[in-house]
């Protein structure tokens, strides 16, 4: 297996399959941005850079920065310092217009929509944490897991969610599998869905710290039925959380 990709937007940028590749290209960006792969004010790699991650052409590249920098999300800057770059304030929703052309409204929130996300974040998930545990992980991909623990951590409440969802990829990312970390993209874009209609809780925060480090431990020591029962855990406690202020 390759070196994993660093704690960075090469996590999702990766070549896109199958024949929509305007369509994944904006979704692979906006994955990036919304889980704070990139965050806000930092530079995108350059377009040609970006063309050869994601094996598409750099006109579908060009189409989709602009797309999502009319949608507010990115802005190109010219100049011997310029680039593409992440606002420095996001939209609060995804971008999608009515019959009218107007913003949608937040979908609905059911409860089938809710149990639907956190089973399917369960199976992804305690799965990447037992597989992760069951490889022999490079030099590389051990700093590369701790850091990400450390800086997740160490947040200030403005960036403990894309901190909180970068650990998260990165274990799925040692997993070992080139599909599973989109996926766990996808469900954790889903799960900050659902965060943004509840408080945020301090001590909830210091216990998910602490399940963090226990995940991660027992990565880093082989332990594959360790690492599966304290990410099951730790997705629990959310999941509490989530249908208490949601269903």
């Known amino acids: 297996m390759e070196e994993p990709a660093g704690l960075n937007g090469e996590l999702l940028l990766r ?24 965050g806000p004010g930092e530079r995108l790699p350059a377009e040609r850079e970006l063309a050869g991650m994601l094996a598409v052409s750099r006109d579908t590249v060009r189409e989709a920065i602009a797309s999502l920098s009319d949608a507010g ?3 190109s800057r010219r100049g011997r310092y310029g680039g593409t770059f992440v606002s420095e304030v996001l939209p609060t929703h995804l971008p999608g217009t009515d ?22 974040r369960e199976i992804l998930e305690v799965g990447g944490a037992r597989h992760a545990a069951g490889r022999a992980l490079t030099p590389s991909e051990r700093e590369l897991l701790w850091l990400s623990l450390v800086e997740a951590n160490e947040a200030t409440d403005e960036e403990y969610r894309r901190l909180d969802s970068r650990f998260h990829l990165m274990v799925g990312e040692l997993a070992g599998s080139a599909s599973l970390t989109p996926l766990i993209a996808d469900v954790r874009m889903r799960v900050n869905e659902l965060l943004d209609n509840i408080p945020s809780l301090g001590p909830n925060i210091a216990h998910s710290n602490t399940q963090h480090e226990q995940i991660a431990i027992a990565i880093l020591t082989g332990r594959p039925d360790a690492a599966a029962q304290a990410m099951t855990e730790h997705l629990a406690g959310t999941a509490l959380l989530l249908r208490g202020f949601l269903e």
């Not at 990036?32 to 990139?38: E, F, I, P, W, Y």
């Not at 929509?113 to 399917?120: A, N, R, Y």
Request: charged fraction near 20%.
């Open 99 to 120: 019959q009218e052309d107007a913003l949608a409204p937040t979908r609905n929130l059911s409860p089938e929509v809710i149990e639907d996300t956190l089973t399917l």
């Open 15 to 38: 070549p896109v399959r199958g024949g929509n590749s305007f369509e994944e290209t904006v979704q692979r960006l906006l994955q990036t941005v919304r889980l704070g792969l990139v």
């Open 73 to 75: 999300y990115l802005v």
